[in-house]
């Protein structure tokens, strides 16, 4: 899989909006950008994922440049349950090989009351 | 929606034990099911591929014989950390997808399993 570049960690005042961005340079045109979140001491959870439109679901958003060489998550009200560690993750569409997903650093989202 | 459950969520045990992590699909099937650990601080690491019906596939550094996986149903997974020793001790957390949808939909995560030898 590809690698994706995120920022160690970001802050973010309580219902205000977050932009939790992700740098893929190196994707493929049959990649998906797919977006799962952990909170503390639990499993990570999926948000949301996308090809090349900016995607929508009762989570978040999801804005793709239009090269696709980046994308960005956007949480549009964020709430203390929101804290946790984000990841971006490049997924080959016709999967060649396994289906497993590929865990970087991810981004550790901090919310402030 | 779906939900992948393991069990159990924490172990405490005596080093050389040997221990079993339960990974279930409750509401879907799953022909493969994936384990990872993770370390304080650090992000998920595969250990393994869980298929059904068929040997597991190991990746690199992880040994075989001491994280042995059973995969004997389209709804259960199991994980044995054999003779463990303090430098076992980790979170262990299952996924699975849904076999009946396509293969770019989401995996599902347990709530991962925290182990600690003494």
């Known amino acids: 899989d590809a690698k994706t570049t995120q920022p160690n960690s970001m802050e973010s005042n309580e219902e205000e909006p977050v932009h939790l961005p992700c740098n893929h340079s190196t994707i493929s045109g049959t990649d998906y950008i797919h977006w799962y979140r952990q909170l503390p001491s639990q499993g990570p959870e999926y948000v949301i994922h996308?090809?090349?439109s900016n995607v929508n679901n009762r989570m978040a958003s999801l804005a793709i440049a239009e090269d696709r060489k980046s994308s960005t998550l956007i949480l549009h009200r964020a709430t203390l349950r929101d804290a946790a560690v984000y990841y971006c993750?490049?997924?080959?569409?016709?999967?060649?090989?396994?289906?497993?997903?590929?865990f970087g650093t991810g981004t550790r989202l901090t919310i402030i009351p | 929606g779906a939900v992948v459950s393991q069990h159990p969520s924490w172990v405490i045990c005596k080093s050389g034990t040997s221990v079993k992590i339960e990974c279930r699909s409750l509401d879907f099937q799953a022909t493969t099911m994936f384990w990872y650990r993770q370390f304080p601080k650090q992000s998920l690491m595969l250990m393994a591929t869980s298929n059904e019906g068929s040997k597991a596939t190991y990746e690199q550094g992880v040994e075989k014989d001491k994280f042995l996986i059973n995969h004997a149903s389209l709804t259960l997974s199991t994980l044995t950390v054999t003779s463990a020793h303090p430098e076992d001790s980790s979170f262990y957390i299952c996924s699975a997808r849904d076999h009946s949808l396509h293969r770019n939909q989401p995996q599902h995560f347990g709530d991962g399993t925290r182990l600690s030898i003494l």
């Open positions: 993750i490049l997924r080959d569409r016709f999967y060649f090989g396994n289906e497993k997903l590929t």
């Open positions: 996308g090809l090349t």
